[in-house]
C-alpha cells in the first residue's frame, strides 16, 4: 500500500491534504498498470441503489464514477487537487471569470470522437438541469467550443475553483446522442470511460464492458457486473462467501467475523451529522435545537455504534483534513436551551449505511432523557432522499463526505447549508450563514478559502440546525484474489484500468 503524500500545490486550486492517502493493495490513483494485460470480470456490491435511471445529474452519478463509465474534463488525485481528464490542460482568463480548457484526443463509447462542441454541450445541459448539481451550487456556468479542441467555460463572477468543480461526477461529458428531452440523459454507450455500461437492470443490476478505445489504457478486467445491495450485511455475506470480489462500505459490525486481509479502511472527510429541520415543526425554535445539541453524547456514538472507526464530531470539518486542524472558530451567540417538554419529533435515516440506524437509536435515548419524546423511521435511501429534502421529518440522521462535490471545502457550505442549497437537509435559511459562505466563495487561493470555510462554519454551527456526531474512515470489502482496487478517500473510484482479479 501506498504511504506517501504528494505535496500541497500551491496556486489557486485547493489541495485539502488527507491524512489517508488515495491507496490500494497495489494501485494508486492513477492505477497499476502492471501485470497481466487481461482479466476476469469483476463483481462489484455497492451500497446504494439507483434512484434516478442513473442519471448523471444526482447521486448516480457516483455510480457511473465508481464503476468506471463517466468523468468529466478534470478528476481530483489524491490531494484533492484537480488533475487532466478529458481536459489535458487549462487556464484562467478574464480575472478568474472563464477558463479555456484544452481536450485531449478521446472517443465516446459510441465511437464518436469527443469535440469541443460536444463537451460544450454536455456542460450547457448540465448547467440547465433543474435541480442543479450540488458541484454547481452559487454558481452560473456557461460553456462555448473554441475550435475543435478548446472549451471555453464561464462563470459570470470569478471562480477560482472551476477546475475542482468539472471534476465532479454530476459534470460528466456524454456524447451527443446521450441527451434526450426534458433533460432526460442516457449513459448507456454514451459515455467516455474504461467501462462501457450496456445493461441496466431496474434498480438491483448493471453490466459493464470494457471499452476498447479508452484513451488511458485498456482495462485489465474484461468488464464489471455490478449488483446495488443496500442491506450492510448481505454486502458482506457476498464477499465472504464468494459471490463478489468488492463490496462497499462494509459494517463495523460485520469486520470481526472476516478475513483480516479482505479489509480495507480508508481516511475520509465524511461526517455523520444530525440535521434539525429549521422550516417547519418542533426545530424551528432555536431553544429546542440548542437542547437537542446540549443532550447528545457524541463519544458514545463513536465509541459503541463504530466501535473505534470513528471520532467524535467536533466540527463540519474532521481530523482527516489536516489544514483543519486547531483553526475551528469557536461557535459563540447559540441560543439557549429550553425544556423540550415531552415535544414529539420523527428522526430519518436509511439503511444502506446499517450504522446510521444504529445512530439514530442511541440519539433517541439520549433525547428522550432530556425531555422529547422521539420516533424513528428507517428506509432505503431511495425511498427516503425525497421526503429528507421536502422537510418531512423534525430531523435526519445523514453521512456526507465534505469534500464529494469538488474538493473544495467552500462549496459544500453553499450546497448544504445556504437559503438557496440544493441538498439542504436542515432547510436553513439565515443571512448570516449565507453571508458567511458568499464571503468565502468569493476568495482565491487555498489559505485564505479554508479560513473563511472555518468563520462559516462557525456561523452555521452556531444555529445548531446540524450537530456533528462522528467523523468516519470507510471499510471497503475487498477479496484476496482482487489486485488494483481503488482506494479513495473522496468516495469516487473504486475501479481502474490496472483493476483484476
Avoid at 500551491?10 to 498498470?33: E, H, I, R
Avoid at 456490491?45 to 448516480?60: C, I, K, M, V
Amino acid at each position: 500500500m501506498r504511504t506517501s503524500c504528494r505535496r500541497l500545490v500551491a496556486g489557486l486550486l485547493l489541495t485539502p491534504l488527507l491524512s489517508g492517502c488515495f491507496a490500494s493493495g497495489g494501485a494508486s490513483l492513477s492505477s497499476d498498470s502492471s501485470g497481466p494485460a487481461e482479466g476476469g470480470r469483476l463483481r462489484v456490491a455497492l451500497a446504494f441503489t439507483p434512484t434516478q435511471n442513473f442519471s448523471p445529474y444526482g447521486g448516480d452519478a457516483l455510480h457511473l464514477s465508481r464503476l468506471g463509465v463517466a468523468e468529466g474534463l478534470t478528476q481530483l488525485d489524491a490531494d484533492g487537487t484537480a488533475v487532466p481528464a478529458l481536459a489535458e490542460s487549462w487556464n484562467s482568463e478574464k480575472d478568474g471569470k472563464s477558463w479555456l480548457f484544452t481536450l485531449r484526443r478521446a472517443k465516446f463509447q459510441d465511437d464518436t470522437e469527443v469535440t469541443a462542441k460536444a463537451v460544450a454541450s454536455a456542460l450547457t445541459h448540465a448547467a440547465a438541469a433543474e435541480p442543479a448539481p450540488a458541484a454547481l451550487s452559487g454558481v452560473k456556468v456557461t460553456a462555448q467550443a473554441v475550435g475543435e479542441d478548446q472549451v471555453r467555460v464561464g462563470t459570470g463572477e470569478a471562480d477560482p475553483v472551476l477546475p475542482l468543480r468539472l471534476s465532479n461526477p454530476s459534470l460528466a461529458v456524454f456524447s451527443p446522442k446521450a441527451y434526450g428531452k426534458k433533460g432526460a440523459v442516457n449513459p448507456v454507450g454514451t459515455a467516455t470511460g474504461l467501462f462501457e455500461l450496456t445493461k441496466i437492470t431496474g434498480d438491483t443490476a448493471a453490466t459493464l464492458d470494457r471499452f476498447h478505445d479508452y484513451w488511458g489504457g485498456r482495462a485489465q478486467a474484461s468488464g464489471v457486473d455490478a449488483r446495488f445491495i443496500a442491506d450492510g450485511t448481505a454486502r458482506a455475506n457476498a464477499l465472504r462467501t464468494g459471490q463478489t470480489d468488492i463490496a462497499e462500505a462494509i459494517p463495523v459490525a460485520q469486520i470481526a467475523s472476516m478475513d483480516k486481509d479482505t479489509v480495507h479502511e480508508t481516511n475520509t472527510p465524511r461526517n455523520v451529522s444530525l440535521h434539525l429541520n429549521t422550516k417547519s415543526g418542533v426545530f424551528t425554535d432555536g431553544g429546542l435545537r440548542a437542547a437537542a445539541h446540549k443532550a447528545i453524547d457524541t463519544s458514545v456514538i463513536a465509541k459503541d455504534v463504530y466501535e473505534g472507526y470513528a471520532e467524535p464530531g467536533q466540527g463540519i470539518y474532521g481530523r482527516a483534513l489536516t489544514w483543519a486542524a486547531g483553526k475551528h472558530v469557536e461557535a459563540t451567540g447559540r441560543a439557549t436551551a429550553t425544556d423540550p417538554d415531552g415535544e414529539s419529533i420523527t428522526i430519518a435515516t436509511y439503511s444502506s449505511r446499517p450504522e446510521l440506524a444504529e445512530v439514530a437509536q442511541v440519539l433517541q435515548q439520549q433525547l428522550q432523557k432530556a425531555g422529547f419524546g422521539v420516533k424513528l423511521e428507517v428506509r432505503d435511501y431511495a425511498r427516503l432522499e425525497g421526503d429528507l429534502l421536502a422537510g418531512k421529518f423534525d430531523a435526519a440522521v445523514a453521512a456526507r463526505n465534505m469534500m464529494l462535490d469538488t474538493g473544495d471545502p467552500v462549496s459544500i457550505l453553499t450546497s448544504d447549508f445556504t437559503c438557496d442549497g440544493t441538498y439542504n437537509l436542515s432547510l436553513l435559511c439565515d443571512k448570516n450563514v449565507d453571508k458567511a459562505a458568499a464571503e468565502a466563495q468569493a476568495l482565491s487561493g487555498s489559505a485564505k478559502r479554508q479560513d473563511a470555510a472555518m468563520k462559516a462554519e462557525a456561523a452555521i454551527l452556531r444555529t445548531d440546525a446540524v450537530i456533528p456526531l462522528a467523523h468516519l474512515k470507510v471499510i471497503t470489502g475487498i477479496g484476496t484474489s482482487v489486485k488494483g482496487a481503488l482506494l479513495d478517500p473522496y468516495e469516487r473510484k473504486i475501479i481502474g484500468t490496472g483493476t483484476r482479479r
